[in-house]
């Protein structure tokens, strides 16, 4: 009895052996790294600019939409009521524009005015100061006859009245000479004052057309489109809910570039090289496999996945690392647990199993 027991455990011992070095020649052959990882996608996280309460929401978890599509409406009212608000301020700024635009054409008039009066005052001024020395002259003449009793005292006084009057002419057009060029000192004035009533008219206007800017992009913000085509994933809101700048409210991941997501530990990630060939399938369908290629390695590791005090050694580190999926078909949906078989050319070695 004992000898039937001692031959069997030496066969199982030989047959063990010979399993062992078949698999280990066959593993050499292939030259793969087998791990787990998940299937995962370019995930856009839907959140709103403007705070406010849902009033549609398209889409249940689960559901296709489509790049450009409306998946989020916000309450607008309020919204609506700052443009229309906003909008009435520009009109008001370009009211107030044209206002001082139409001072400054008046004042450049008014200086035109001032301009034909001062030239018109100054011709008086030199016709009647010409005449007063001609009166002057014929007084002075007037009188020295007179004294010879060359003229009459009546002629003598005409031509003192005659100066006279061409002294009170000449000082009357010199009075409105001054009044003239008082008259533009103040147009110019005027003017200044125009110009700069209308640089501060358009900067209000520059300011109400920001404003108004400012509320129609917030008022557009009401309406969120999707940024991509692919599935919903998370819903965190529903119709009627406040909703406050930068909270997620739907998830969407991007179906068209699925990919698989792995761990490499750091003792073999030096196996793994960029573009390398591997063989992907999922527990749904254990028979069908999907091509793939590593698409990224990750360039720092990642905190510990498991602590090997028994043996002595640090914590395990390992490298993210992303496998691209050819799935035509759409068959492979984000969260799937996948398995990757990522083959590693002109590096025979033995078959790791990476958990």
């Not at 001062?118 to 016709?127: G, L, T």
């Not at 640089?199 to 108004?212: D, F, I, M, T």
């Amino acid at each position: 009895m004992k000898r039937r027991f001692v031959y069997f455990a030496i066969a199982f011992v030989i047959i063990t052996a010979v399993l062992i070095i078949f698999y280990t020649k066959k593993s050499r052959r292939a030259g793969f790294l087998r791990t787990v990882g998940i299937v995962e996608g370019i995930e856009v996280n839907i959140s709103t600019k403007v705070p406010g309460r849902i009033s549609s929401i398209c889409c249940k978890e689960g559901d296709a939409v489509r790049k450009g599509d409306r998946v989020i409406t916000l309450e607008a009212k309020d919204f609506r009521a700052s443009v229309m608000q906003a909008f009435a301020g520009v009109e008001k700024a370009n009211a107030e524009v044209r206002v001082s635009e139409a001072a400054i054409e008046s004042a450049k008039a008014n200086i035109a005015n001032a301009d034909a009066e001062i030239k018109s005052a100054a011709a008086d001024v030199e016709k009647n100061r010409v005449q007063m020395g001609e009166t002057k002259r014929q007084m002075d003449r007037a009188k020295a006859l007179y004294e010879r009793e060359a003229v009459s005292e009546e002629s003598r006084d005409t031509a003192v009245a005659n100066y006279e009057t061409a002294v009170a002419s000449y000082v009357s057009s010199k009075a409105k000479l001054t009044a003239a060029y008082a008259k533009r000192n103040v147009t110019t004035a005027q003017l200044n004052t125009a110009e700069s009533q209308l640089k501060y008219a358009k900067a209000g206007l520059r300011e109400s057309e920001a404003n108004l800017s400012y509320n129609q992009a917030r008022y557009a913000d009401t309406i969120i489109k999707s940024p991509l085509s692919g599935i919903v994933v998370f819903k965190a809101s529903e119709k009627g809910e406040m909703v406050t700048p930068g909270t997620t409210i739907l998830t969407i991941v991007d179906l068209n570039n699925l990919y698989v997501r792995v761990d490499i530990e750091e003792t073999l990630i030096g196996n793994i090289t960029l573009n390398g060939e591997a063989i992907i399938r999922t527990e749904r369908a254990s028979d069908r496999t999907f091509k793939g290629k590593v698409s990224e390695i990750g360039r720092y590791a990642e905190f510990a996945t498991q602590r090997d005090v028994l043996r002595g050694r640090q914590d395990i580190k390992t490298f993210r690392v992303k496998i691209t999926v050819d799935d035509p078909t759409g068959f492979l949906k984000p969260g799937m647990t996948a398995e990757a078989k990522i083959f590693i050319p002109d590096k025979p070695g033995t078959k790791q199993e990476v958990n």
